[in-house]
């Protein structure tokens, strides 16, 4: 798998070294590639929370492919998958499920791809119906093998490493939503599951970590709400900005936002 020799590329650091430009490879990497995930991944192709043309969603695609995860069927398939099942034995990447504790962590953070997990219990249709996104999803593996190419070939073994070192944080980032977003935080909205607004994770997923509200309100394109003393209040979110951004150049439409009123509603008691 290749996210297994992406933690094993880190190596090449040790050898290497980290250069400005290759650091600075690694962090413009990290954050576009976390920003295809949440934006295009998890809040367009999964929960349709906007619209955006069909390009939008190929190129996002592509660029979360390259980050080691996976294609857009499978990605929609496992997300939908939790959302469904959420923390009991059928959600795919649970840490209180069936087990708890550093197993259960474990299992959350990495264990299930490696277990029959990683087999979704059947593709999205509407993914699978665009030619172009379930070419990405069968031939995932060809962006990152691609962009691994070109950082050998831009800055040799450093930016290799910067790479793999990129796609490393990235992945546990992402998976941090999983594991630590349903073990610890607050819990402003009434679930009636595990998850959690956590600042940390928010900070390094670039908003994915008010899990919370997201469970609450799944289609919301805004993740970063929380209730205060009665009343609503924003938190940091900077894949809604971005989100915000393509509206502005005219690749984002419909954004779907809860009232104040549906939010204060959703209070846990
Ligand atoms: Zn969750
Ligand atoms: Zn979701």
Redesign the pocket.
């Known amino acids: 798998m290749l996210i297994i020799l992406s933690h094993l590329g880190c190596l090449i650091l040790v050898f290497t070294g980290l250069g400005l430009g290759a650091a600075l490879w690694a962090l413009g990497l990290y954050a576009i590639r976390m920003l295809a995930t949440t934006a295009i991944y998890?809040r367009l192709i999964?929960?349709g929370s906007y619209k955006a043309p069909k390009p939008v969603a190929w190129v996002g695609s592509l660029v979360a492919a390259s980050a080691g995860q996976m294609g857009p069927s499978w990605w929609k398939a496992h997300?939908l998958q939790?959302?469904r099942h959420v923390d009991t034995d059928a959600d795919p990447h649970t840490p209180l499920a069936p087990t708890g504790g550093l197993r259960g962590f474990w299992r959350s953070q990495a264990g299930w791809l490696l277990s029959s997990s990683f087999f979704p219990e059947s593709l999205p249709a509407d993914v699978e119906a665009d030619p172009v996104l379930r070419a990405i999803d069968r031939l995932h593996f060809v962006p990152m093998v691609a962009l691994a190419a070109l950082s050998w070939q831009i800055g040799g073994w450093p930016w290799l490493g910067a790479f793999c070192l990129s796609t490393t944080l990235l992945y546990h980032g992402v998976a941090s939503v999983n594991s630590v977003a349903h073990l610890a935080g607050s819990q402003p909205f009434a679930t009636g599951d595990a998850s959690r607004n956590n600042g940390w994770v928010a900070l390094i997923t670039l908003g994915e970590g008010w899990h919370n509200l997201?469970?609450a309100f799944?289609g919301s394109v805004r993740q970063g709400f929380t209730l205060r003393q009665g009343d609503v209040q924003l938190l940091p979110d900077p894949t809604y900005r971005f989100i915000r951004l393509l509206q502005w150049w005219g690749w984002a439409s419909d954004l779907r936002i809860p009232s104040r009123r549906a939010l204060l509603a959703r209070a846990a008691s």
Do not use: G, V
Request: aromatic content about 0%; hydrophobic content about 0%.
């Open positions: 998890h999964t929960h997300h939790h959302h997201h469970h799944q």
